[in-house]
């Protein structure tokens, strides 16, 4: 086989086109692949499918999947033609995508790339640079949302992120059963919420059966507006309560540990990641320590406690036993001395017709708490985001579910 067959044959170059030349630069360490359309070959006008006439041809490049290690080129004379009703206009390259200098496969190899590494890294590798690859991410992302076909939910989930480290945020909402993020607006306020909803149909939002968020009016007032009995399908799930308790329990250990300090006893110093282990989940090496401190009766081992009772809420199935332990739960928070904890035992009092809904509906802090993971890495990664939109479309390309690769190339993951 000749060299220009195998390449046409690998890089899917077909009639009218062909492989006309094949080079090797050994010293550059690059393959530059020529391609030319047919002269043969009749044209016709890429806009409206009519006869044209051939005009010129420009060269264009794009560089492709590697070969080996060899970095691989795409050049073509492209064909321009002359239509009586659009004037001049250049032939669309089969492998190509439109406003990039890459053929559609190795944009497909970007993508793949970006799911598992971020942008420095991947353009690193690929030997691009970080516009380059920030564009294959942004074309890719607003391909995606085009092409999507939003279901109606079943169980959503509303949480806020913060937005670099001022104190601003956007609001991401997202399917529960799917694990896919649906919408990402900015700011945390009641329109942020409110557009997503307005996305739909009002039988479809009637579809709606559970919206899991933190307590946070804005959310809750956006969702009254928009859904029918919303009362019963508001569900404050586990993760943001467990998340008040824990921000409590904090509050009580630093201020017991500035009263210890002042004696000289530093045992609470540094320990606050402690108090946010799952007991089960205490690693083995700071077990000794955190015993030690649970056993002294301390404030902090105090509000720890609670919490941890607090949660006992969700291992029951249905509302009435839920509601059982919270009456108890509540009747010694509220007697503990510990203000912190007496304002968040007070706020889940006030909430608790939606704490019962999560526990009747089965919604598990599973989903949210992964998708939060997901976006704090995001967050880590980049090391800040330089724009909203940037940070909105990372949301979108790593949890959007979308389908992202250019047109024509199959997928080559789940
Ligand atoms: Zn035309």
């Known amino acids: 086989m000749r060299d220009t067959d195998l390449y046409a044959r690998i890089l899917g170059v077909d009639q009218p086109?062909?492989?006309?030349?094949?080079?090797?630069?050994?010293?550059?360490?690059?393959?530059?692949?020529?391609?030319?359309?047919?002269?043969?070959?009749?044209?016709?006008?890429?806009?409206c499918g009519g006869p044209a006439k051939r005009y010129d041809t420009r060269l264009r490049r794009w560089r492709h999947l590697?070969?080996?290690?060899?970095?691989?080129?795409?050049?073509?004379?492209?064909?321009?033609?002359k239509c009586p009703r659009h004037g001049t206009k250049t032939l669309v390259a089969p492998w190509s995508t439109p406003g990039s200098g890459f053929t559609a496969l190795f944009e497909a190899l970007v993508i793949d790339w970006l799911r598992e590494a971020s942008i420095l890294a991947v353009s690193r590798r690929l030997d691009l640079t970080w516009d380059e690859v920030d564009g294959v991410m942004q074309r890719a992302v607003k391909r995606g949302l085009e092409r999507r076909r939003l279901a109606v939910p079943r169980r959503l989930g509303v949480d806020e992120t913060s937005f670099q480290k001022r104190h601003e945020y956007v609001t991401v909402v997202a399917d529960l059963d799917r694990g896919v993020v649906h919408h990402v607006a900015d700011g945390r306020g009641k329109a942020a919420l409110g557009v997503y909803y307005e996305g739909f149909s009002e039988d479809e939002r009637s579809q709606i059966e559970t919206v899991a968020m933190d307590m946070w009016a804005p959310y809750i007032a956006a969702t009254r507006d928009a859904l029918p009995?919303?009362?019963?399908?508001i569900a404050f799930d586990k993760f943001h309560v467990a998340m008040h308790l824990?921000?409590?329990?904090?509050?009580?250990?630093?201020?017991?540990?500035?009263?210890?300090?002042?004696?000289?006893?530093?045992?609470?110093?540094?320990?606050?990641?402690?108090?946010?282990?799952?007991?089960?989940?205490?690693?083995?090496?700071?077990?000794?320590r955190f015993d030690q401190l649970v056993r002294r009766a301390l404030k902090t081992s105090r509000a720890w406690m609670l919490k941890e009772l607090a949660m006992e809420m969700w291992e029951c199935r249905d509302r009435q036993a839920a509601r059982k332990i919270f009456n108890a739960w509540y009747s010694w928070a509220i007697r503990s001395r510990l203000e912190p904890i007496k304002h968040v035992a007070r706020m889940i009092?006030?909430?608790?017709?939606?704490?019962?809904?999560?526990?009747?509906?089965?919604?598990?802090?599973a989903r949210l708490e992964g998708i939060n993971?997901?976006?704090q890495g995001l967050k880590r990664s980049a090391r800040g985001f330089r724009?909203?939109?940037?940070?909105?479309?990372?949301?979108?390309?790593?949890?959007?579910?979308?389908?992202?690769?250019p047109n024509g190339v199959t997928h080559s993951h789940s």
């Open 17 to 47: 086109w062909q492989v006309t030349d094949v080079e090797l630069r050994l010293a550059g360490g690059e393959v530059e692949v020529r391609v030319e359309y047919a002269a043969s070959e009749g044209v016709s006008c890429p806009e």
């Open 66 to 81: 590697p070969t080996c290690q060899y970095k691989t080129i795409l050049a073509a004379q492209v064909p321009r033609v």
């Open 229 to 233: 009995a919303a009362d019963e399908k």
């Open 246 to 288: 824990g921000k409590a329990v904090d509050r009580v250990r630093r201020e017991e540990n500035r009263l210890l300090s002042d004696r000289g006893d530093d045992s609470l110093k540094g320990t606050r990641h402690l108090w946010l282990y799952h007991p089960d989940r205490l690693p083995e090496k700071a077990a000794p």
């Open 349 to 365: 009092k006030r909430s608790l017709q939606g704490i019962l809904n999560a526990i009747a509906a089965g919604v598990t802090n």
């Open 373 to 375: 993971t997901v976006i």
């Open 387 to 405: 724009s909203r939109t940037r940070f909105r479309n990372a949301i979108y390309f790593h949890l959007g579910g979308l389908d992202l690769h």
